[in-house]
């Protein structure tokens, strides 16, 4: 047990270490490279020029920084890695004895290979941001939406049919089988997980903390199932997320991303299907569901009521922004809002 928690500790303080050493110089990078972020003016429905005007300073600040973040994760990877296969030698020198690795087919292959794979396809879809190149200067919504369910759909029957995974676990009524129906479902949590999180990356480090706190309590969570190395991994990008917003926070010298957003609301969502804790992942992910549902509420009433909106913006800080709330402040608020969430929905998991 207690090589366990030395190993979780370490990975936490390794994490965001080593993160804190590279942004500086990643933050260089990226603005040599002039990768620096454009401001649409176009959205979903018709023109964002009140987006625009609101946000029209951020424009060229460098984007794309979770790129360093998943570089910290795999070099932690490797290192856990080599560390394991050096563990005689390690043992006599500190007389104890290391028997995790990162790399693990039980707990940690499919969470890494998300954060890489989804992390990519953020990429592409920032990078044309950046590069203005394409007709929507921006990968398009049916193009990223069949990227994404395709992979997903893989992992849904990696878990459905060579995992065993079809119910899930409701505190009080159990487990509730839903047979192949668990396919849709984990498309579902999957691609609403990770395009919440991309809706409600609009403001320096909201998102970032938001889902430092659920990664934090998942690293609780899974350590309480003694899944010790993926507890190990979500502290590891809870550590990232630490270091990023130091640089993060309002005045952002570095922005996310899509890289980072699709990613990380992904991997959450895979490590909550993992678990079979969904409910308590839906109440943390309370503020993220409902930034999406504000999208969505806009979205039909400028079609089913010519034009006219319930929010100035959406989604929903942006409207917050629009009524001339400090953006500190809001993101401050929601911060406080998510702490609590995630600890709500921390003690619910724990009631199985």
């Known amino acids: 047990m207690s090589n366990n928690l ?13 993160t804190f050493f590279i942004m500086p110089h990643g933050i260089g990078f990226l603005k040599k490279l002039k990768m620096g972020k454009q401001i649409r003016e176009e959205w979903l429905i018709g023109k964002a020029t009140e987006f625009a005007k609101l946000h029209g300073s951020k ?4 984007t794309m920084g979770w790129i360093f973040i998943i570089l910290t994760v795999m070099i932690l990877v490797c290192i856990s890695f080599a560390v ?33 794979s ?9 990078y044309l ?36 995974f079809s119910s899930i676990n409701i505190p009080y009524m159990g487990e ?52 010790y190395i993926l507890s ?14 130091w640089f993060n926070i309002h005045p952002a010298q570095v922005f996310m991303g899509d890289t980072g957003s699709l990613a990380l609301g992904a991997t959450l969502a895979v490590i909550a299907m993992m678990t079979d804790t969904l409910l308590g992942f839906i109440i ?26 319930i929010f100035r913006i959406a989604p929903f800080h942006h409207h917050l922004e629009a009524i001339w709330w400090q953006e500190s402040t809001i993101v401050m608020r929601l911060w406080l809002i998510g702490m609590i969430l995630a600890i709500i929905g921390t003690m619910v998991i724990m009631i199985r």
């Not at 941001?129 to 992992?155: D, H, M, P």
């Not at 504000?294 to 009521?305: A, D, E, G, P, Y």
């Open 118 to 126: 989804v992390g990519l396809i953020g990429f592409i879809d920032d």
């Open 6 to 18: 030395f190993f979780i500790l370490a990975s936490l303080v390794a994490s965001f270490s080593i």
């Open 59 to 62: 424009a060229g600040t460098p």
């Open 232 to 245: 190990a991994f979500c502290l590891i990008v809870a550590g990232a997320l630490m270091a990023f917003l």
């Open 176 to 227: 509730i089988d839903l047979d192949y129906l668990y396919v849709p479902l984990f498309v579902l949590i999957l691609y609403s997980g990770a395009n919440s999180v991309n809706i409600t990356d609009g403001l320096d480090g909201l998102a970032g903390g938001l889902l430092l706190f659920q990664y934090a309590a998942y690293g609780f969570i899974t350590y309480s199932m003694w899944l």
């Open 129 to 164: 941001n950046i590069r203005w190149i394409g007709k929507t200067k921006w990968l398009s919504a049916r193009v990223k939406t069949i990227f994404l369910i395709s992979f997903w759909l893989l992992w849904a029957y990696w878990f459905y049919a060579k995992l065993g």
């Open 284 to 309: 943390m992910s309370s503020i993220f569901i409902f930034e999406t549902l504000s999208v969505i509420i806009q979205m039909l009433s400028k079609k089913l009521r010519n034009g006219k909106k």
């Open 84 to 116: 394991n296969l050096a563990e005689p030698w390690i043992q006599d020198i500190f007389w104890g004895s290391i028997k995790n690795t990162l790399w693990n087919r039980n707990e940690t292959y499919l969470v890494v290979f998300t954060l890489i």
